[in-house]
């Protein structure tokens, strides 16, 4: 059994490689074309940097326990994005490592930072990057609708802050926790209840 967790690990983790480098490949190519100054915005990092993206995160991360404690009776709109959490998500990661979730959710902060809020959203506009990055995340359509809300956050944080610093710490920490807390609190639920 514990070989065929590591193998479906070990997929998900070629996968996140070949994903990120594609949309890196592409972000690069783009922006030497276009010349829309990416380097710019991915060298400038600081301590203010990074605590910004840190605070940024909390706000889109206090949704996820929240569905835990059943708020979609209330708001039956976040029942489809609790049901993706534990049929699609929770499989996923249920067995992951610390190192694995680290390593994902660094991956998917960087480079689709890079390509959706560094390169597509200056070509396209906020509005029209986010719903192509939830049409990106699309494992059903709460999900997609969730990513693309979550997308317009980011992009709205890339374009006042005027970097891409804080969106790429705001993003893989939304990851890293929201991962985690899929796998240390989501999971043992789902299996004893």
Do not use: C
């Not at 998917?108 to 506009?125: K, N, P, T, Y």
């Not at 990513?147 to 939304?174: D, E, K, R």
Request: proline share 4%.
């Amino acid at each position: 059994m514990a070989s065929r967790e590591s193998t479906a690990n070990s997929r998900l983790l070629k996968l996140e490689l070949v994903v990120a480098a594609g949309l890196l490949a592409v972000a690069m190519g783009w922006d030497a074309w276009r010349q829309l100054g990416l380097q710019a915005s991915l060298t400038t990092w600081s301590l203010a940097d990074v605590s910004l993206g840190l605070l940024a995160a909390m706000p889109p991360l206090l949704v996820i326990p929240l569905l835990e404690w059943r708020v979609d009776r209330y708001m039956p709109g976040l029942r489809g994005l609790r049901q993706s959490m534990h049929l699609v998500l929770a499989p996923l990661v249920g067995r992951m490592r610390l190192a694995e979730v680290l390593v994902i959710s660094a991956l998917a902060g960087v480079s689709e930072e890079v390509f959706f809020r560094g390169v597509l959203q200056r070509e396209i506009g906020v509005l029209l990057a986010s719903l192509i990055f939830g049409l990106f995340h699309a494992v059903g359509l709460p999900y997609a609708l969730w990513a693309t809300a979550v997308g317009s956050y980011l992009g709205f944080l890339a374009q006042w802050h005027g970097n891409l610093s804080a969106p790429i710490v705001a993003h893989t920490m939304i990851d890293i926790v929201g991962l985690l807390y899929i796998r240390h609190v989501v999971v043992p639920r789902l299996k004893s209840g």
